[in-house]
Nanobody, 123 residues
Framework: QLQAYGGGLVQAGGSLRLSCAAS????????MGWFRQAPGNQREFVAG????????YYADSVKGRFTISRANAKNTVYLQMNSLKPEDTAVYYC??????????????????WGQGTLVTVSS
């Protein structure tokens, strides 16, 4: 089970840090990622991180502004979001892939999902 939290309302240019805690089984050997879905849009890949945390991959739209990290001892993955823009407004979901492929951007190939947390960026 994955529980995402940390969303909220922030002004453009501000920052938020999302967290996703995994329970029920250790996910330390699996890739983890973040996706988002804005109203009327399909779910899109934001960032992925390898099981060790040493490698990560970002969507072009967030590169340089967002940072994904993980703490395996806590079974938790984070998404630090800086320089937020109104177009970042979406429900953010964490996900797990049961192998090391953290760079897969298609939602359908990720195996477990959290319930989502809403991020709203006002202009």
């Amino acid at each position: 089970q994955l529980q995402a939290y940390g969303g909220g309302l922030v002004q453009a240019g501000g920052s938020l840090r999302l967290s996703c805690a995994a329970s029920g089984r250790p996910f330390s050997m699996y890739a983890m990622g973040w996706f988002r879905q804005a109203p009327g849009n399909q779910r899109e890949f934001v960032a992925g991180i390898s099981w060790s945390g040493r490698s990560s991959y970002y969507a072009d739209s967030v590169k340089g502004r967002f940072t994904i990290s993980r703490a395996n001892a806590k079974n938790t993955v984070y998404l630090q979001m800086n320089s937020l823009k109104p177009e970042d407004t979406a429900v953010y979901y964490c996900a797990v892939r049961m192998d090391g492929n953290y760079y897969y951007t298609t939602p359908a190939v990720w195996h477990y999902w959290g319930q989502g947390t809403l991020v709203t960026v006002s202009s």
